[in-house]
Structures are given as structure tokens and as C-alpha cells.
């Protein structure tokens, strides 16, 4: 390895141009990477609801919306539909005057129809696209059909959503990205003597950043969160990367000239940064077992990320470095974030009563963390001024659509049977519309209605649709119960039926990630516990470090129970299997200093003390920075989904920092017999 950090800095100008060329390529990449808007897509092509989504591409129907249109004659309403119709991406616009035409009065429509598209002054025009939810093309058909309905027209459902979604991430992105950077600066000049060195880091980090960003190129497309969050956690976890190096390779410069200087540090910071990323990168890792395939997307995305900093800070940041070595040494300041002195001494003389206040705090807010309340409804957490949050909420409102579902039976079955069927989902509590084409044939309906229209919307592909409304929100107890209840009645009549639509694809969502989140959560801890065991050759060290993160990680989730507040469900899975693996560094910085200092001849409590005073720099900085990457982004983000994870991310960092200086050292004071006894080749320490 010191061979080949000597071809480093050897080559480094070549590397250097390299690097930059890359960059081009990169870019290139991240602007043909596809964005997906659409999170209930990534639920498993084995859920019911998503097996009910096929059947709807087959009905055209795969991606629907519903066009609120205020205040406009009938006459005016089929202009607009007209319209909408030659847009590119609309596959078709159904409304009254597919299945009668508006010379005849709208009292000849059968009451269901009329109770469906009319209320008051609106009327309701539904939308079919060629392509899925958020699809590109289906992206440029919703903002064509925007701008042409203006104020008194609003469009609702998922594409709508996506699509509003889509043009608030486009515009945010970059503001929490120069946020991020900002605040991390600021960070590094409280931590760092150097002023220009924070500029020369931020100049490393582009090149990791825009490669992670140009390389998702080969997954084909990322979630919106994904390239939310991507800038944000990439700079809080792997900042750390540049100041090893720097400080490694300031140390180095004391007894040899300035290329010998950076091939050692290169060598030195490879071994610790590569053990220290390893934890990071199981972290994300454990992220893609998860169904749904959301935490795969942001798991590659993210493990990627930490590689590709890993690699820059070993290839590019020393070429960095060295151009501006005299400017870094030439301008320096105090700095505000230095070694504890206190500190040390107060946690040695009381850790019993630190390790006392940590079982009294971890009980109740591990009942806390367990009973913490999610949400699943993707609406709830979006702005209330989004044009598709408005629409939504005039469906609701004006016609009584909270929401729709799609039923799927048999094409076999007989009239009486379809009508039968109705009859007992119409009984159901919640049901304000049932939609199908036996409601529609037979006595009462007049010879200008025109049935066959109706036919070829509601059966196709060897089953018959039935929609039915409901007064009930996606994701909530009661209209699960409602769905469960429909599901007894389907089965009775058809047991291969399926319920398709966004309330069926949210109750498989609930499924789905509370299997997740225990999966994720007991695998990241595995999978952590096994590189600890690796590294230190204990059995007890492992325990201990993980317990320490697991703490906090604990209180972090806790605590939204005793505030009363309501997390999104991704928050529960991502969040500690990201705050164990990328925190749990500081654990390993603290309990490797520990080990050294005994190693020195030091007593257990005066190794503590110096392992505390001198890593604690290091660990506050660390902290500090991927607290402040996190939380700018908090201030500015509209929606509530990214405004969690990054409040939530944040103030677990600060957690961690805190367990790491006062639980981890009293355990390890605590327990040095026991892990004297389990750990291969630990150092003897005296225990005063």
C-alpha cells in the first residue's frame, strides 16, 4: 500500500485532470438518470394491489386522475375536454358525453353517473394516461393539462401529485444541497485552525457527489427522496474522510518534505477511513432486503456515495491538498470546537450514576419508540397549497371520492351476481358511490343512453370493473377495515378478485413495511455487531458499542410519542439503520483510543479520560457536521415526508454524540472485566 500511495502523489496532477473529465461524464449521466415521484410503486410486484395494477394497464387505466372543473355550461366543459384530449400522454377523457349526448337532459343520466360527475357548480371529468404514474411523459401531459385549466379546474390523484411533487423537488433540491454545504462550512471553521482548508474540502466533495449522482445512471431511475437526501447525508457522513487525511498528512509534514508527508498519510488514512466506512456501508447495505424496494433505491444510492468517498479522498483530495498546501498553512484562526478538560474527569467520577439515568431513560422511551405513531397517506404529508392536494380535497368535498377503488371479478359472472355484489358493498359503512355496467342495462334506462360505451370501460381483459368511492382516507383504520370487509364479499363471489387503487396499494404499503422495519432494523444490527466482533476479536465490545447506539437511537425515535407528533413510515426503517451505522464510528474512534491508552499502561480510568478528551474533538465535529447538513434542510422543505427524515437524522447525530461521551465510557468502565475476558489480546488495566 505505501507503493502505491507514492503513485499517488506521484501522479496526482494526472489524476487530478482525470478526476475533472470524469465530472463531464458524470454530468452527462445525472441528467439521463429517470426520477420516480411515485413511492407506492416500489411495493412488491407480489401484493395483491399491484397484481390489480396490471390489470388496470390492461384497462388503460393504470395511471388515472379526476379533472374538477368549476363553475363552467356543459357546452364549455366538452371543449375542455376536447382539448385535454389531443395532449400527448392522455390516453382518453371520459365524462357524460361518452354515454349521452348533451342535447339530451342531464336527469336522463342514471343517478349513479349523475351523482358521480356532478355536484353543484363542478362537474368531474376522469383522465387516463399512455404511460405510468410518473412516467416523463405523463410529467409533461399533467403540466399541459395545468396550464390550460388555470384557477377554476383542478386536477387530483397520484399523477397530479407526482407531478407537483416532481416541479417542488426540482426547485428545492439545490436549495438543500448550497444549505447543507453552508452550514457544514461553518462547522469546519469552528473545528479546523486552517480557513482555506473547509474550501479545499468542499471542492473535494463535488467530485464524490457528482459521480454518486451520474452513476445512478446504471440503475435506470432513483426516488425523489433518494435525490433529496442524497447531497445532504453523503456530505454529513463522509466530511469526516478530509479531515483524517489533512490532519494525518499536517503531522506527517513535521519530519519529512511534503510528497514523502502525503504518501504516509494516504497510507494511514486508507486503513482507518476504509474500516471506519465499512460500518456506513453495511448500514445503507441492509436497506435492500427491504420489500419495498425504496430502501434498495436509497441503500446502493447512498453505499455508493461512501465508497465514492472513500475513493476521492484517497485518489483526488491529496492533489487538492498539496495545490493549496501553503494557503491552508498560511491562514489560520482559533477554533471554537477543542478537546473536553472537565469533561473526562466528571464522567469517570460518576459513570454509576450515568449508567443509573441511562436504564431510567431507555425503558420508557423504548415503550415510546414502539408506540410511536406512523402515517402512510402520502397526501396528508404534502403542502396544502399543491394544485393536486387542492384537487383532492374538492373530490372530497364536492363528490364524496376520498377514495377510489377498482374491483376486478371474473368476467363470468352472471348480472344478478355483479348487482348482488353491489347491493352488499353499497350496504358497507363509508361507500358513497358503486360504479358497473350491470347498474347500468335493463328496465329505467332510456334508448339514448348508449351501454356499449359503458361495456368497453368496465370489462376488458377477462375480468369486469366495479369502482367504488369511499368516504374514507388511504391509510387510515377505516377504510383498511372498509377494504378488508370488501375483500370477505369479492372472495365469496370470485376468489381470484383483486381491489386495485390507491387505498389497496396503502394497505399493502402498511404490510409491507412493518415486516420491513423489522427485517431492516434486526439485520443493520447483525450485520454491525458482526464488524465490531471482527475488528476488536470480542465478544463483548460489540454489545457494548452497538448498545451505546442503539440508546440513542432509542430516545430519537421515542421521543415523537411524547411530543404527540407523527412520523412518516419510511422514517421508522431508514432512520436507525442510517444513525447506527454511520454514528457508530464515534463508538469505534473512542473504544480504539481506549484500547491504546491501556495498551500505554494506563489505568481503566485514566485511559478513559484521555480517550474521551482527545477523540472527543473528532466526534463533536463529526456530530456537528451531519447535524448541521441536516437540519438547514428542515427550515426550507415544504413537505413534511423530507422535513421528518432530516429533523429526524440531525437530532439523532447529536444523540449519538452525547451517548458516545457518557454511556459508551461508563460501560466500558463498567464492564472492563467482562471485556478483559471475551476480547483476544486486550490490554490489561488497573482499575484505579
Known amino acids: 500500500m505505501e507503493n502505491f500511495a507514492e503513485k499517488i502523489v506521484k501522479y496526482r496532477n494526472k489524476i487530478l485532470v482525470a478526476a475533472i473529465v470524469l465530472l463531464f461524464v458524470s454530468v452527462i449521466g445525472y441528467f439521463k438518470t429517470g426520477i ?23 384497462y388503460n387505466l393504470a395511471s388515472v386522475d379526476f379533472l374538477i372543473v368549476n363553475g363552467k355550461e356543459d357546452k364549455e366543459v366538452a371543449k375542455i375536454k376536447k382539448d385535454i384530449q389531443k395532449i400527448e ?28 360527475i356532478y355536484s353543484q357548480d363542478a362537474t368531474m371529468l376522469i383522465v387516463t394516461f399512455d404511460e405510468p404514474t410518473s412516467s416523463p411523459k405523463t410529467m409533461k401531459a399533467i403540466s399541459k393539462i395545468k396550464k390550460y385549466t388555470k384557477k377554476d379546474c383542478f386536477l387530483a390523484g397520484m399523477s397530479a401529485l407526482s407531478e407537483d411533487t416532481k416541479n417542488l423537488t426540482e426547485h428545492d433540491t439545490p436549495v438543500y444541497a448550497l444549505i447543507a454545504i453552508v452550514l457544514c462550512m461553518i462547522v469546519l471553521f469552528l473545528g479546523l485552525e486552517s480557513t482555506v482548508a473547509p474550501f479545499v474540502f468542499l471542492l473535494g466533495m463535488i467530485f464524490p457527489i457528482v459521480y454518486n449522482f451520474g452513476t445512478n445512471f446504471f440503475l435506470g431511475q432513483i426516488s425523489y427522496i433518494t435525490k433529496a437526501l442524497a447531497v445532504v447525508l453523503q456530505l454529513a457522513v463522509t466530511l469526516d474522510y478530509s479531515i483524517f487525511l489533512l490532519h494525518r498528512y499536517q503531522e506527517e509534514k513535521k519530519n519529512q518534505d511534503n510528497e514523502k508527508a502525503m504518501a504516509k498519510a494516504i497510507h494511514a488514512t486508507f486503513t482507518s477511513i476504509t474500516s471506519s466506512s465499512i460500518t456506513t456501508i453495511a448500514g445503507f447495505l441492509a436497506l435492500c432486503v427491504m420489500q419495498l424496494t425504496l430502501g434498495k433505491d436509497i441503500g446502493i444510492v447512498m453505499a455508493k456515495g461512501v465508497v465514492l468517498g472513500v475513493l476521492s479522498t484517497i485518489f483526488i483530495l491529496p492533489s487538492l491538498l498539496m495545490l493549496f498546501d501553503k494557503p491552508i498553512e498560511k491562514y489560520k484562526h482559533k477554533t471554537l470546537i477543542n478537546e473536553l478538560k472537565r469533561l473526562p474527569g466528571f464522567i469517570v467520577n460518576h459513570y454509576k450514576k450515568i449508567l443509573i439515568v441511562f436504564v431510567i431513560v431507555f425503558i420508557p422511551f423504548l415503550y415510546g419508540q414502539s408506540h410511536t405513531k406512523q402515517y402512510y397517506d402520502l397526501i396528508s404529508g404534502m ?5 393536486s392536494v387542492i384537487g383532492t380535497n374538492q373530490l372530497k368535498e364536492k363528490f364524496d371520492m376520498t377514495t377510489t377503488n377498482f374491483l376486478f371479478v371474473d368476467e363470468n359472472l352472471k348480472t344478478k351476481e355483479i348487482q348482488s355484489l353491489c347491493d352488499e358493498i353499497k350496504e358497507l359503512d363509508g361507500i358513497t358511490n358503486v360504479l358497473a355496467y350491470e347498474e347500468f342495462v335493463g328496465p329505467g334506462v332510456p334508448d339514448s343512453f348508449k351501454p356499449q360505451i359503458i361495456k368497453e370501460i368496465f370489462q376488458n381483459a377477462g375480468k369486469k370493473m366495479i369502482i367504488v368511492n369511499s368516504d374514507y382516507k388511504a391509510a387510515t383504520k377505516e377504510l383498511n377495515h372498509q377494504l378488508n370487509q370488501m375483500d370477505a364479499i369479492l372472495k365469496r363471489y370470485d376468489k381470484n378478485a383483486l381491489i386495485g387503487g390507491e387505498g389497496s396499494m396503502t394497505r399493502d404499503l402498511i404490510t409491507t413495511t412493518n415486516i420491513d422495519f423489522k427485517v431492516v432494523n434486526i439485520l443493520s444490527v447483525i450485520l454491525i455487531f458482526l ?11 460489540p454489545v457494548i458499542l452497538v448498545l451505546s447506539i442503539e440508546f440513542a437511537i432509542t430516545i430519537n425515535m421515542g421521543l415523537p410519542y411524547f411530543t404527540g407528533n407523527t412520523l412518516p413510515f419510511i422514517a421508522g426503517i431508514v432512520i436507525g439503520t442510517i444513525q447506527l451505522g454511520a454514528t457508530v464510528d464515534y ?38 457536521s451531519f447535524f448541521a447538513a441536516c437540519i438547514g434542510v428542515s427550515f426550507v422543505t415544504k413537505m413534511d415526508l423530507i422535513k421528518s427524515l432530516v429533523i429526524l437524522l440531525a437530532r439523532g447525530a447529536l444523540i449519538s454524540v452525547i451517548s458516545i461521551l457518557f454511556v459508551l465510557p461508563s460501560l466500558l468502565i463498567c464492564f472492563h472485566s467482562f471485556i478483559e475476558k471475551t476480547t483476544k489480546n486486550w490490554p490489561k488495566g488497573e482499575e484505579i
Open 383 to 387: 403542502p396544502e397549497d399543491f394544485a
Open 89 to 116: 400522454g392522455v390516453k382518453k377523457v371520459i365524462w357524460r358525453d361518452d354515454v349521452l349526448d348533451l342535447s339530451i337532459p342531464g336527469q336522463a343520466i342514471p343517478e349513479s353517473i349523475q351523482k358521480m
Open 531 to 541: 464488524i465490531v466482533t471482527m475488528t476488536f476479536k470480542s465478544i463483548a465490545l
Open 36 to 58: 420516480n415521484y411515485d413511492l407506492l410503486s416500489y411495493l412488491p410486484s407480489s401484493a395483491e394491489s399491484m397484481e390489480a395494477q396490471k390489470v388496470l394497464e390492461d
Open 587 to 624: 463508538a469505534i474512534l473512542m473504544t480504539t483510543r481506549f484500547k491504546e491508552e491501556l495498551k500505554k499502561g494506563a489505568t481503566v480510568h485514566q485511559a478513559i479520560q484521555i480517550a474521551i478528551q482527545k477523540s472527543s474533538v473528532s466526534i463533536i465535529t463529526s456530530g456537528c
